[in-house]
């Protein structure tokens, strides 16, 4: 983990990767679900990126461009407001809240709570993996 007032995109991966195909993980930022950082990005760019591109699914690659991690990012920022017990009004919001706490609840807060959830991915027809089931690009309706 990174000092308090970094957040890294790794900080915020689930390095639970048993049972997913890496090689398909590894090119899903080809669709417009995911995007694709490396760890040591500032979880700050990572969430903007993804918000800018109507992502879900953040997958965090190592210096070597192998697959670190992967963000569900609409269950991440569901348990930041259950755990903050605040409903923010958008993922931004809620890392920022993260980042930029003076009460010391994030700096004592488990975050391996957040972390250590393995995102539920649908492996979509046309090669990718996705928080969504279906895929609204290969295999809707």
Request: with cysteine; glycine share 6%.
């Amino acid at each position: 983990m990174s000092d308090d007032e970094t957040i890294l995109a790794g900080d915020m991966a689930s390095r639970d990767l048993n049972d997913l195909d890496l090689e398909i993980l590894q090119s899903s930022d080809q669709y417009p679900q995911a995007i694709k950082v490396e760890a040591n990005t500032l979880a700050i760019e990572a969430v903007s990126q993804a918000l800018a591109s109507n992502a879900s699914l953040v997958v965090v690659v190592d210096t070597r461009n192998e697959v670190y991690g992967v963000v569900d990012l609409p269950w991440m920022f569901r348990g930041i407001d259950a755990a903050a017990q605040k409903n923010f009004d958008s993922p931004g919001e809620a890392l920022l809240a993260m980042i930029q706490d003076d009460s010391g609840f994030w700096k004592n807060f488990p975050r391996d709570s957040l972390t250590g959830h393995r995102p539920e991915l649908h492996r979509c027809r046309g090669g990718h993996y996705t928080t969504d089931n279906p895929c609204p690009i290969h295999e809707k309706g």
